[in-house]
Every structure is written in structure tokens, then in C-alpha cells.
């Protein structure tokens, strides 16, 4: 969609058009319609009839918002709010009001303010702006008491969205307030960015006013917080990508039958789990590093899958020495550099056959044009993948890659891998690159 040539009525029009035809397919999908109630559904259907409509709406919505706005408050509001938007996501996770409403009923001001251990005043601020972005509401205009929303109840169900919102409140967000101090000590006056892990934003980032000093993986396995055990935030990192296993559903799609999958830096081991549902023959091995192992054993203890899926303690940038017929890289090579993907895939080079597998499964940025350079990536995706690529910048010093990326770094490790096929599911941003390793 053209914005550029857009207008209130245009853009109008055009989403009425497109609320109707979403509202038809659920409809036709037997689904129900998205609410800001409490029980409303978590996410729209999967189907790319939906998520089609589902996009091209958003590109209007946001279309039209901004034109409400106007470029005066856009600059007013975008450089406000956002940081108080962030802090009041981290002051509900850190002092847990997501539990001190309940679910099926309302709490009172004075309620939230005893369960959070917060005074009353600072409680109704926060909450003041939160209703502001539908999460949690007013039970009433003018009521004094609050209630959930489909997001705020939505975030208080699932432990995962908590860690995965935790993580990056906690972990990430501080980084990122340093991320132009790192670009002036690391980037500027050179061609081309350099590929070192230590020169992401997490090293000059602080955490209880102590410098951090190291990069993202070292500081989630050693950086302790007195009220909170040992290596707690490894473990919720571990949770937060749990959380994304909804995401995974394309990996029953591979034609794997019979044979033994490594999976590196499976962390609590969700995705093995997925594929011993699906591949009864299967042997599957998880490798990752020790503080994972805690995770891992909860993870498989509810799963039934314990005599198929074990767990070994490995560091990919070590060399391996299991063999196996693929090797799985699950939402692992992105988090890392060029050269650091070079070494990660040259060390299973000893114990590689011909015919063994090497599956990429991690995000991958579609083309924005088709043949005749039309765009066809809608607004909503391409921020989307900005976001996610900023993410790798500014807490790993890597980078986002397209198919022909990813080809081309696998390759550079050894020729021997081809590409054999890349499976890019529509509304999903995980794909998955099977190459072939030719001996």
C-alpha cells in the first residue's frame, strides 16, 4: 500500500473495507472477533487469508494515526511516551500487578497498592497511562476499581510472555539507552561495523549501577541479583524462548522420519519436544551450556519424551564430537556475527558425513520487492524486522540475514554445504534453510 498518496478519506474507506473482510473470515473461520475484554483471544488465526487482511489493516491504521497526529505531536508523544510506556511495562512486571488483579474479578486501587508493596498514588499513576494502551482498564469511568484486559490477561497467564517481556525490560532495554555511546566508541570513522561481540551496547550498559563489562551470554549466566537465585536469568531467557514455540509449528512440516538431531543451543529443549510429538523415530540430543540443564530437565518432565530427549552439556563454538544425521540451529546463528557463525559451523565440520543435515531454523528477512520491484512487504513486517534486526545490533552486534545471506556466510564456512531448499511460511518470520552437507 502507497501511503504516500493516501488521505483521511482514502485510508478511511480502505479500513472499513478491511475490518469487514477480517470480520468475515473469522466468521468463516468459525473464530471470534478480537476484544479488549479479558477472555478476548490472544492472537488472530494463523491462515494467510487472515494475517493478508490482518497486515494490510495495520499499514492503514497506522497510516491514518499518523496523519491524525501530525508530524508536531508525532515528535511530542513518540519521544514521551515511549519511555514512560517501557517503564511502566517494567514497574508491572518488577512489582507484579499482573496477579494483584484477578483474572475473573476487579481489585481496588488500595488492593494493588498492598499486593505490590507501592503507595497508592504511584500505583494509580502508572496504571493512569497503562489504561491509555489498553492494559488493564477501569471497571467503570470513574470507578475505583481496576480490571484486566485481553493484553494485561494475557500476560498474566503465560509465564513465558512474563520472561520474554522481562528479559527485554531488564536485560536489553538498558543497552539500548547506551547504544549511541557505543556507536561513537566502537563505530564511527569505520567502512564497514566491526564483527567483535564485545562491541554491542551491553558492555557499557549498568545494572544496579555496576558495569556490566561483558557481552549478552556471559552477563545471563554470571550477573547475579541478591533477591533472585543463581543464574535466574539465563533460566528466564530459556523461558522467554519457550514462549515462541507457538512459532515452531513449521518444523513438523520437514521430512525428517528416522534419524538423530542434535540440537544446538536448544536450551530447555522446546523445540526437540516438537519434533519427538511429530517424528516417533527420532532420537534427539540437546546441547547447550550447563545453566540451561535446570530448564531442560523441568521442560522434558512434562513432556513424556524423557527417554527420547537428552541433554548434553556443549559449547557450539567447541568442536563437536557427536555425530548425528542434522544438525539443528534453532534462533542461534542470528545472535551472532559472521565471523562467530563461521566458527559455530566449521566445528561440526569433523564429525559431518555426506548427506547430513545442517537446518537453519531462525529469522529471515523476505524480499521487500517482487520481480518487477513492486513492494510487497507491508509497513507492519518491515518494522517488524527493523525492530528485530536493531535487537541483534544493539544486544549481540549481529545482524538480521536474507536467504541469499544466510546461503552465502553457511558457504563461506565450507563449500561443501548447498542449499537445498528454504521454507518461508507466510505471517511467520522464522524460516527454515536445509542444507545439504556434500562431503
Known sequence: MALQHQNLESLGSTISGLSKSLADQLKYLNQPEPSFAADGPAALPSTIEVQGIRMKLLE???GLHHLVTG?????????????HELLTFDVFNNFNFWDAVPLNDSARYADIAKSTNLPEQIVRRFLRLAFGIHVFAEEASGSDRVVHTAASAHIARSPFVRSFVSHNMED???AATVGVEALRKWFVGHAEPPEDVATCAVPLATDNGLQRGTDL???LETFERPDQPKGFRAERFAQAMQGLRETSGTMTEMSLN?????DLGGSAGHISVILAENYPKLKLVVQDLAAAKSAFDANIKTSMYETRIQFQTHDFFQQQDVPADVFLLKSVLHD????YVLQIVRNLLGVLQPGNHLLVFDFVVPAECDGENQSTMPLPVKKSIAAMDLQM????NSKERRVEDWAEVIQRA????KLRGAHLPSGSPLGILDFVFQG
Do not use: G, I
Open 60 to 62: 492503514a491504521l497506522e
Open 71 to 83: 508530524p508536531s505531536d508525532f515528535w511530542f508523544q513518540e519521544s514521551m511516551f515511549l519511555n
Open 172 to 174: 536489553v532495554r538498558p
Open 217 to 219: 551470554w556471559e552477563y
Open 258 to 262: 528416522e534419524a538423530t538431531v542434535v
Open 336 to 339: 551472532w556475527s559472521d565471523k
Open 393 to 396: 545490533h544493539v544486544a549481540c
Open 414 to 417: 565450507d563449500t561443501r554445504f
